[in-house]
């Protein structure tokens, strides 16, 4: 079991925004640790999307934003276009900072 | 251009063993931290093992301790998984990653171990 939450999936059509929650079960958020956000297209390895809560690596577009507040973070996709289509996944660091954690992941469709 | 090859999957029988690789180039590997993270067929990524830039530490998941062992050689930009009494729900895509701060900056392209008689 996560100790990070996220709903399975989320859906919007083109243009539109969404967002997608990772909740923290345990400390490891609530004690100040970043959590990440990476994209995962189909069939293809995860890609860095998000990284220190609300950061974009060269090359993100603008439309995709993070956010933290508490024990919760949050991942927000503005003009949503198909190929944002992928599986999006919120990771941190254990309470040792010595491992990681994920989330369950959440599945994006674009109707 | 950073690149994470692995190699080194296949098919193995429960409690058969497989070492994988992970070929770095493109940076100096001996500066990063590097994990391992698996994704079992249609599941969720989840995290394997770590080890620190020298070799000196290692962090495994409570699923994998005592069975797997990380490794790195870093004259030879390499980074290993050791898997031994492989077993069913060992079966995943096994991915190398690059850390930087707490997370994966780069990610290999993933090799498929399948457990199974």
């Known amino acids: 079991q996560s100790v990070l939450t996220q709903p399975p999936s989320v859906s919007g059509a083109p243009g539109q925004r969404v967002t997608i929650s990772c909740t923290v079960s345990s400390s490891n958020i609530g004690a100040g640790y970043d959590v990440h956000w990476y994209q995962q297209l189909p069939g293809t390895a995860p890609k860095l999307l998000i990284y220190a809560n609300n950061n974009r690596p060269s090359g993100v577009p603008d439309r995709f934003s993070g956010s933290k507040s508490g024990t919760s973070a949050s991942l927000a996709i503005t003009g949503l276009q198909a190929e944002d289509e992928a599986d999006y996944y919120c990771q941190s660091s254990d309470s040792s900072l010595s491992g990681w954690v994920f989330g369950g992941g959440t599945k994006l469709t674009v109707l | 251009e950073v690149q994470l090859v692995e190699s080194g999957g296949g098919l193995v029988q429960p409690g058969g063993s497989l070492r994988l690789s992970c070929a770095a180039s493109?940076?100096?590997?001996?500066?990063?931290?590097m994990h391992w993270v698996r994704q079992a067929p249609g599941k969720g990524l989840v995290w394997v093992s770590r080890?620190?830039?020298?070799?000196?530490?290692?962090y495994y998941a409570d699923s994998v301790k005592g069975r797997f062992t990380i490794s790195r050689d870093n004259a030879k930009n390499t980074l290993y998984l050791q898997m031994n009494s492989l077993r069913a729900e060992d079966t995943a895509v096994y991915y190398c990653?690059?850390?930087?701060?707490?997370?994966?900056?780069?990610w290999g392209q993933g090799t498929l171990v399948t457990v199974s008689s």
């Open positions: 990653a690059r850390a930087v701060n707490g997370r994966a900056d780069y």
């Open positions: 080890m620190n830039s020298d070799g000196g530490s290692t």
């Open positions: 493109g940076f100096t590997f001996s500066s990063y931290w």
